[in-house]
């Protein structure tokens, strides 16, 4: 009976994706180097590494950013993996371990009644295309913001300060206009409601 090794991505950018671990060393990361890439911003270049050894597979931080962890427990060194245990990879990127045993050698059974023609099967449509993941990083170079045109941001700064100014001039007016009043004692020309005029 032969062991195969293979991550399944819980949550990430494509939940339910199976990762083999066939060869004697895979390495997880973000760029396209790696065994297993996944564009993550979580995701360093090469987080990780996991080597079969003896018939298990150890799993090694390579000094990621923000750390591997197993089952919740970040890892500091080598850590022999346990079938079902969950795989963080920063804190959005999770797998689980699975272990498949097969038996090469095993035979198929078949009916002994005469093989019926052929039916014709229906043709699955082809798979979506992927969705954009929260977390991916662009492919290519980030596209440049430009700021907001000149005249937008002046008028956004312009209009406050108007109204600020023609606020204090009224104010200001006012209160020479009282001023006057009071100065020249023409209360009553102006006020003649005002009792005692």
């Known amino acids: 009976m032969s062991v195969r090794y293979q991550l399944v991505m819980r949550t990430g950018p494509n939940p339910g ?6 060869a004697a060393q895979s390495t997880i ?6 065994t297993i890439s996944i564009n993550d911003a979580e995701i360093s270049r090469h987080h990780a ?15 990621s950013t923000n750390g591997t962890a197993v089952n919740g427990t970040r890892i500091s060194g080598p850590h022999v993996l346990k079938p079902g ?4 990879f920063g804190e959005d ?3 689980m371990f699975e272990v ?11 009916s ?18 992927p969705q954009a993941y929260a977390g991916q990083v662009p492919a290519g170079p980030a596209p440049v913001m430009s700021p907001p045109a000149s005249s937008v941001a002046g008028k956004r700064t312009a209009l406050p300060a108007t109204i600020g100014i023609g606020v204090l001039l009224f104010l200001c007016s006012c209160g ?17 409601f005002i009792s005692g005029c």
């Not at 990361?29 to 790696?34: F, I, L, W």
């Not at 002994?112 to 295309?129: D, G, I, K, L, Y």
């Not at 004692?185 to 003649?192: E, L, M």
């Open 176 to 192: 020479g206009f009282f001023w006057w009043v009071d100065a020249s004692s023409r209360w009553c020309t102006f006020f003649p």
């Open 100 to 110: 498949i045993s097969f038996d090469p050698d095993a035979t198929v059974v078949s």
């Open 112 to 129: 002994s009644q005469p093989a019926a023609a052929p039916r014709q099967q229906p043709v699955a449509p082809p798979p979506a295309p």
């Open 17 to 22: 994706a199976t990762y083999s671990l066939d």
């Open 85 to 88: 245990e969950m795989i963080a």
């Open 29 to 34: 990361g973000r760029d396209a180097s790696n």
């Open 49 to 63: 590494r996991m080597t079969a050894q003896g018939g298990k597979i150890v799993l090694e931080d390579t000094g």
């Open 93 to 95: 990127i999770v797998f």
